[in-house]
């Protein structure tokens, strides 16, 4: 868990940077316990997508990101920001194809407009 919490910590320094897709995290990024929540949630959803024996208790994708206008350009500038932050951290390649692996399924319930 701890490196998993190091990916994401970095990642949510990478998306409030990233004029492509902060706009859609303004809300968390100027709240810290928000962002906390958004922080844990994610890794959970990461350890438990990668093997466990982390348990993801958050609403299924569709869900949390229903009615937000998600983008095709947004959801692959995020996949860029976490292959970015996965290189940083010389996360080796095995692991992060893994993790990469999981958000395609994902695209379709995140993706409202194209």
Known sequence: MPAIQ????????????????NTWFARAAADPERAREY???????????TGGPCKYAGADMATVHQGRGLTEAAFNAMVEDIAATLDELKVPEKEKGQLLG????????????K
């Open 39 to 49: 922080k844990s949630k994610l890794a959970d959803l990461i350890c438990q997508g």
């Open 102 to 113: 999981l958000l395609a399924p994902m695209k379709a319930a995140i993706v409202e407009k």
């Open 6 to 21: 190091a990916v994401t910590g970095k990642l949510w320094d990478r998306i409030v940077a990233d004029e492509r897709i």
